[in-house]
């Protein structure tokens, strides 16, 4: 039973929601810049290219066979490498939003230290002063 209860207080604590929802924005985000290389960025570049569309770039290791009606039997195997080109760069736009991302929130943080060493102490109280006035009388004394 202790176990159980242990796992309510990890789940409520605020973490694992966090985490859950950061899941499911990443996801989200993936698919956009997914949708952005493949549907704006790969296909003017395939053009500067030569007209290449990145998604059809393979080779081919084994061809298909056909069976005796003409149809496909054993399909080709091949080697995608186009796809792999569009995936890197899925992960480097990814990673560059992500760093600039981490970089402006690091930037907050500083702005928000400054301000907090900028700002001089609070005075003390009115009672705190005049007992250090009483305490320096009684020293000369």
Avoid: C, H
């Amino acid at each position: 039973m202790g176990m159980l209860k242990e796992f309510k207080e990890f789940a409520v604590k605020g973490n694992v929601v966090d985490l859950a929802v950061a899941v499911i924005i990443g996801g989200a985000f993936g698919k956009i810049v997914s949708s952005f290389v493949n549907d704006i960025i790969m296909p003017p570049l395939g053009l500067m290219l030569g007209g290449v569309d990145f998604k059809d770039l393979a080779v081919v290791l084994k061809e298909a066979e056909m069976d005796a009606a003409g149809e496909v039997a054993v399909a080709a195997v091949t080697l995608n490498y186009g796809m792999f080109i569009q995936n890197v760069v899925d992960f480097v736009i990814i990673a560059f939003v992500i760093f600039l991302a981490i970089k402006g929130m690091n930037n907050m943080k500083k702005k928000e230290e400054k301000k907090e060493e900028a700002a001089p102490p609070p005075a003390p109280p009115k009672s705190e002063v005049l007992l250090e006035e009483i305490r320096d009388l009684l020293k000369k004394q």
